[in-house]
């Protein structure tokens, strides 16, 4: 069984960066794609970055594209996802997730299996 734990979220201003981590137990990591997604009160959970088994490629929504990165150490078997130029509108839970299947990259959130219990980020105008 594969267990995620997030952490690095907080409270910052408009314009401040945050770098979450989610590190992860089990033996699937190294293999499997893995993402962040968030989900803001009264709002669905959305995609927001992942990042292929190897490292090699990385997919990243729209609404964050040019302010945060994914990134992963297989060896530590961590997830990252630095969010730079933070907005109001970035304010959610976030969440890491491994997907459901080796080898694959997906948007989509029914495609990853297990998740984390997610770390609050909160951005203030």
């Known amino acids: 069984q594969v267990q995620l734990v997030e952490s690095g979220g907080g409270l910052v201003q408009a314009g401040e960066s945050l770098r979450l981590s989610c590190a992860t137990s089990?033996?699937?990591?190294?293999?499997?794609?893995m993402g962040w997604f968030r989900q803001a009160p009264g709002k669905e959970r959305e995609f927001v970055a992942t990042?292929?088994?190897?490292?090699?490629?990385?997919v990243v929504a729209d609404s964050v594209k040019g302010r945060f990165t994914i990134s992963r150490d297989n060896a530590k078997k961590t997830v990252y996802l630095q969010m730079n130029s933070l907005k109001p509108e970035d304010t959610a839970v976030y969440y890491c997730?491994?997907?459901?299947?080796?080898?694959?990259?997906?948007?989509?959130?029914?495609?990853?299996?297990?998740w984390g219990q997610g770390t609050q980020v909160t951005v203030s105008s």
């Open positions: 997730a491994t997907q459901d299947r080796p080898y694959g990259l997906s948007t989509r959130v029914y495609e990853y299996a297990d």
């Open positions: 089990g033996r699937t990591f190294s293999n499997r794609a």
């Open positions: 990042i292929r088994w190897s490292g090699s490629t990385t």
